[in-house]
């Protein structure tokens, strides 16, 4: 009876032993220290969003080329017997002045021989028309005379004869011309291929011209800096109108200015780039078209482009450094709480960013980098605490 108590009595006392110790041991652990300090904020600097109205503007850019851009191909055939001395590359040329001179002896003989066939053509009208006058008077007792005895095909004959003979002196005297290459427009030398004293054949080409009355400047854009310009695709101004361009070079060892005129936009898409590109003119590159220092427009310089686009009558400014990727923004609340906003950005550049939704005028945007911002955490603004 005592073995099977004590069997009993025993695993118990051990079972209340151990859970007295543990409740000593808890009792004898001190308190944890508590940490009254609050969250540390996140420090930024700010900057306040401004009110924007003005002229939107497009910064691209594009080579000077000619609109027109010519071969000299010769209509006739001959020995080159004058060369101009403007006729070199880099020559200027004035309209309707003579580049070359093909000798013309044969085409003025062939003027000469084409004057006489239409005099004799022209005779030959005047006798028929005197024989079929014979001929009515003769036949005007006669029933139903045919056509023949009235000499009315010999006249019809003599008639177009006289319409060829003329024709041949019209050919005979453009041919003369042809002798003489000239340019309808002022314009200057690219190239040139003949000189005097060789043969050319009709078909030559004598060298390559260009128009210096007006040069054109093709720039690429992209989607946005279309919506700063306004114009839909397949722009065309009208006459005399256009958005004003400002274009800028170094040359020479100083910067260069030219004003010109966005004239048109392209139809469609370049597929490759994914641009559209704009078409502005520049009048007169060489002349008053010139910069302020008198540096021509040359074809084949690289232009910067300044556009004015439209108006912007209600927008914000903000820095740049506050537009983050996917056009968001982080604006400071009243009680330096991040809010996470995504804005409608219309343009932007190295030193701003224009905005026309998703701000108010006086708030205060991030300029500086935050680590996992997050909606709705604390930060301290360093730049309205003077940091």
Known sequence: MANRLVKVVAPLVVIAASAGAYALLQASRPEPEKNDEPLRAAAVYTSPVMREQGTLEVVTQGEVRSRTAIDLVSQVGGRVISVSPEFVEGGLIE????????????????LSEARARLADAELAVQQALADQDVAHKQLRNTTNPSDLALKKPQVQQAIAMREAAEAGLERAGLDLERTRITLPFAGRVASTRVDIGQFISPGTVMGRVFSTEVVEIRLPLNNQQLASLGLPIGYTAPAGGGL???????????????????????????????MLYAIAEVADPYGTGASQHGMPMAVGLFVEARISGRELLEGMSIPSSALRAGNVVYVISSENLLEIRDVDVVQSNADKAFVSAGLTPG??????AIRNPIQGMAVRNLTQAGG
């Open 244 to 274: 004003p361009v400002r274009f800028t070079a170094d040359v020479a060892g100083k910067k260069q200015v030219w004003t010109g005129t966005l004239k048109r936009l392209d139809a469609s898409v370049d597929t490759d780039t994914r």
């Open 95 to 110: 309209p309707g002045v003579t580049l070359l001179q093909i000798d013309d002896t044969d085409y003025r003989l062939a």
């Open 363 to 368: 708030e205060q945007v991030v300029t500086s």
